[in-house]
C-alpha cells in the first residue's frame, strides 16, 4: 500500500509561485512513475503534469508547459510540482498520484488517470487576480 500526502498549497496572488510537494511512503517510490492532477469547481479533474520513475522524462499538459516544473527526489521519497507565474485559472485542488504498476509509456498514457493506482487527499491552490 502507498499513502500519498500533499502540501505546499494556498493562496497566492496572480503572478506569485507555489511550490506542492506529495511525500510517499513505501520503499519502492523510485520505480513508480508519478503525476499531478487537478480540478477545479464545478469541472472534472485534468491532467497536470507527470515524471518517470528515472526522472528524466516529463510531462506537462499545454497550459503550464511554460511555468510549471515536475521534479522528484527519490532520497525523500518526495516529488514536487513548482508552480511560477500562476494565473486565476490555476485555482484547483491539486493532486498527486502514483503508477506502480507500468514503467513504461508516453504523454497519452501518463495523461490518464486510469494509470495511476494511488491518490493523495490533494491541496488546494487558490490565486486571486
Known amino acids: 500500500q502507498v499513502q500519498l500526502v500533499e502540501s505546499g498549497g494556498g493562496l497566492v496572488q496572480a503572478g506569485g509561485s507555489l511550490r506542492l510537494s506529495c511525500a510517499a511512503s513505501?520503499?519502492?517510490?523510485?520505480?513508480?512513475?508519478m503525476g499531478w492532477f487537478r480540478q477545479a469547481p464545478g469541472k472534472e479533474r485534468v491532467f497536470v503534469a507527470a515524471i518517470k520513475w528515472g526522472g528524466r522524462t516529463t510531462y506537462y499538459t499545454n497550459s503550464v508547459e511554460d511555468r510549471f516544473t515536475i521534479s522528484r527526489d527519490n532520497a525523500k521519497n518526495t516529488v514536487y510540482l513548482q508552480m511560477n507565474t500562476l494565473k486565476p485559472e490555476d485555482t484547483a485542488v491539486y493532486y498527486c498520484a502514483a503508477n506502480s504498476r507500468y514503467s513504461t509509456g508516453t504523454y497519452d498514457d501518463y495523461s490518464r488517470e486510469d494509470m495511476y493506482d494511488y491518490w493523495g487527499q490533494g491541496t488546494q491552490v487558490t490565486v486571486s487576480s
Open positions: 513505501g520503499r519502492t517510490f523510485s520505480g513508480y512513475g
